[in-house]
Structures are given as structure tokens and as C-alpha cells.
């Protein structure tokens, strides 16, 4: 048992910044990974970043690399900083919760909890 809830989600021009945050309430040891995905209208879901509770490895999909920055606090919370936006990170972004440490993080179906959902829209 796991909640999730996003916020932080918005308009913003190209190449401006957001925060996106992610609220955890539940079972701790059911969130040993926290990540990120996104799914763009008529686009598959896709990973976008994930951070372990403990030790705080980090992951991230190329196509955010150097932009994107996954971070977490002690009460169970996870962010995603993003700068340097462009139109195509335009999505619904999602936070994600697994129960393992997981080593290749970038698989949907590893995680047992989702939240809502955010909108992120880039202007060109």
C-alpha cells in the first residue's frame, strides 16, 4: 500500500523550468525505487528518471540527461527538477513507486504503484 500524488505540473515556454514533486504516504519497503515516466498523446509511456530510497542512486534516460535532475527528501518525497525544456517533454508525467532496488529501472511493469499523473506542457 502506496500513495502517490504529483504536482508541480504546468505551461511553460521552451527552455524555461519546473519542479515537479511527488508525495509518498504507505509502506516504505514498497517504494524502494521511486522514478519517473511520461506518456504523450498517442506515444507509448516512457522512462524518465528514478532514484533508489536508500543511497540515493540515480538513473536517467538519455533523452533528459543534463537536464532533468531526480532528487528525494526524508519524508518519502521525490522530485524531479526540470530546466532547459523542450516541446517534446510535453506528457503526462507520472511518479512510480517499486518495491525493489532495482539496477535497470526503465521498465514500467517493475512498479507496483502509480500516481495520478501531472501535465507538462512546452510552448515552442
Known amino acids: 500500500q502506496v500513495q502517490l500524488v504529483e504536482s508541480g505540473g504546468g505551461l511553460v515556454q521552451a527552455g524555461g523550468s519546473l519542479r515537479l514533486a511527488c508525495a509518498a504516504s504507505?509502506?516504505?519497503?514498497?517504494?524502494?525505487?521511486m522514478g519517473w515516466f511520461r506518456q504523450a498523446p498517442g506515444k507509448e509511456r516512457e522512462f524518465v528518471a528514478a532514484?533508489?530510497?536508500?543511497?540515493?542512486?540515480t538513473y536517467y534516460a538519455d533523452s533528459v540527461k543534463g537536464r532533468f535532475t531526480i532528487s528525494r527528501d526524508n519524508a518519502k518525497n521525490v522530485y524531479l527538477q526540470m530546466n532547459s525544456l523542450k516541446p517534446e517533454d510535453t506528457a503526462v508525467y507520472f511518479c512510480?513507486?517499486?518495491?525493489?532496488?532495482?539496477?535497470?529501472?526503465?521498465?514500467?511493469?517493475?512498479?507496483?504503484?502509480w500516481g495520478q499523473g501531472t501535465q507538462v506542457t512546452v510552448s515552442s
Open positions: 512510480a513507486a517499486g518495491p525493489a532496488y532495482y539496477s535497470s529501472p526503465w521498465d514500467p511493469l517493475l512498479y507496483a504503484y
Open positions: 504507505g509502506r516504505t519497503f514498497d517504494s524502494n525505487t
Open positions: 532514484i533508489w530510497r536508500t543511497g540515493g542512486n
